[in-house]
């Protein structure tokens, strides 16, 4: 049986796809959770150094700073999406999540209360192209 592809999905089916593949923490990818348990995959990692947590640290400051930009621009209808994915993370509802999970939802949340700092003095700019 073919898999349906993402343009044949609704919005709300590539939503719920997207938060069932990081429900058991399998994480984001195509083809959905990995399939190495937990103790194969931690024993393929080679282990991290401090100048690899140092970089992956600032990586992470980086990416978070670039999330608030973005969504500091986006619609309501984008920020209302992206809180409702904070809300479905951090507040379990009939299953059990991860600690971890919990707190990746308070995090999200976060970064949406950070970048509506920034929301005001976007929306008073002009766009790039009505600039002289």
């Not at 080679?46 to 973005?70: K, S």
């Not at 209302?80 to 995090?107: C, F, K």
Request: no cysteine; proline share 8%; aromatic share 2%.
């Amino acid at each position: 049986m073919p898999r349906e592809g993402p343009a044949s999905l609704s919005p709300e089916e590539l939503r719920q796809r997207a938060l069932s593949r990081w429900d058991n923490e399998g994480g984001a990818s195509a083809g959905g959770p990995t399939r190495a348990t937990p103790s194969e995959a931690h024993a393929a990692a080679a282990p991290l150094t401090n100048a690899d947590l140092v970089q992956l640290r600032v990586r992470v400051i980086a990416l978070e700073n670039l999330v608030i930009a973005l969504l500091a621009d986006a619609s309501d209808e984008q920020l209302a999406l992206a809180r409702e994915m904070a809300t479905h993370l951090s507040e379990p509802q009939d299953r059990v999540h991860h600690p971890l999970t919990v707190h990746v939802g308070v995090q999200m949340t976060d970064l949406i209360d950070r970048a509506g700092r920034y929301r005001s003095a976007t929306a008073s700019q002009s766009p790039p192209a009505a600039r002289a």
